[in-house]
């Protein structure tokens, strides 16, 4: 039987993780973040030193990337590593890096249910033909107290309008780029997520109903 797969996409602090983790729970559907693996990334060029400026650099540090975490963890959801995730994400070859990590962790657990995999160019580029795709919709000032409140619970320092223009900057850097930008996949579902997380589940599970 083949897998079912449910995609979330949405601009950065939507509530996509939260959604998708009750999906997952609720559905019996693996979940996979392609978020992390952009951050996980980040993070090793951070660690490691690499001068991002230079594609080449990129490139060669790639090639001696065999696997990759999928383990997260609080510090990948640092401001830093946020700005680094959302730079490195511009690059094609980062882009089809991310990807093709992707396709094997689906081609890897070919006997289960099926997936709900969340991004920005999942439902767009990743898995265009995917059974249910959904697109998150929240305005900035909303997500801005959201992963303001987000920080300031896991210890983090943190300043509201820093934050609302951290956010604004990645939806443009996220939303213009040349490579795979944010966009309403074709075919999606556009759920405000403006509300109570209870009136966007109920809307989001009416429309698995019918997968
Ligand atoms: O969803 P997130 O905030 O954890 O994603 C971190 C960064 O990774 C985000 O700024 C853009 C990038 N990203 C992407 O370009 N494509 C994806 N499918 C997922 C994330």
């Keep these: 039987m083949k897998n079912i797969i449910i995609t979330?996409?949405?601009?950065?602090?939507?509530?996509?993780?939260?959604?998708?983790?009750?999906?997952?729970?609720?559905?019996?559907?693996?979940?996979?973040?392609?978020g992390i693996l952009y951050r996980r990334l980040a993070f090793i060029f951070l660690n490691d030193r690499?001068?991002?400026n230079?594609?080449?650099?990129?490139?060669?540090?790639?090639k001696e990337i065999s696997s990759i975490s999928y383990n997260k963890s609080q510090y990948l959801r640092t401001q830093e590593?946020?700005?680094?995730?959302?730079?490195?994400?511009?690059?094609n070859c980062v882009r089809l890096f991310?990807?093709?990590?992707?396709?094997?962790?689906?081609?890897?657990?070919?006997?289960?249910?099926?997936?709900?995999?969340?991004?920005?160019?999942?439902?767009?580029?990743?898995?265009k033909k995917a059974?249910?795709?959904?697109?998150?919709?929240?305005?900035?000032?909303?997500?801005?107290k959201r992963r303001y409140k987000q920080l300031i619970d896991s210890?983090?320092?943190?300043i509201y309008p820093k934050i609302l223009k951290d956010i604004k900057l990645r939806d443009k850097k996220d939303k213009l780029r040349k490579n795979s930008p944010l966009v309403v996949p074709k075919d999606a579902h556009i759920i405000n997520n403006n509300g109570s997380f209870n009136s966007t589940i109920k809307q989001i599970?009416?429309?698995?109903k019918e997968i």
Excluded: C, M, T
């Excluded at 729970?25 to 996979?32: D, E, G, I, Q, V």
């Excluded at 599970?205 to 698995?208: A, D, G, Q, S, V």
């Design 50 to 52: 690499i001068e991002i």
């Design 81 to 91: 590593i946020s700005r680094l995730a959302s730079k490195i994400a511009v690059h």
């Design 205 to 208: 599970n009416n429309l698995i």
């Design 98 to 127: 991310i990807n093709n990590l992707q396709y094997n962790f689906v081609k890897k657990n070919k006997k289960i249910k099926g997936f709900v995999i969340d991004g920005r160019d999942i439902g767009s580029v990743v898995f």
């Design 8 to 34: 979330i996409d949405g601009p950065a602090a939507s509530g996509k993780e939260k959604i998708s983790q009750y999906i997952s729970k609720k559905w019996k559907l693996k979940h996979l973040d392609s």
């Design 131 to 144: 059974d249910l795709k959904l697109y998150i919709d929240v305005n900035p000032k909303i997500r801005a």
């Design 155 to 158: 210890g983090e320092k943190s």
């Design 54 to 62: 230079k594609v080449s650099n990129i490139k060669k540090k790639l």
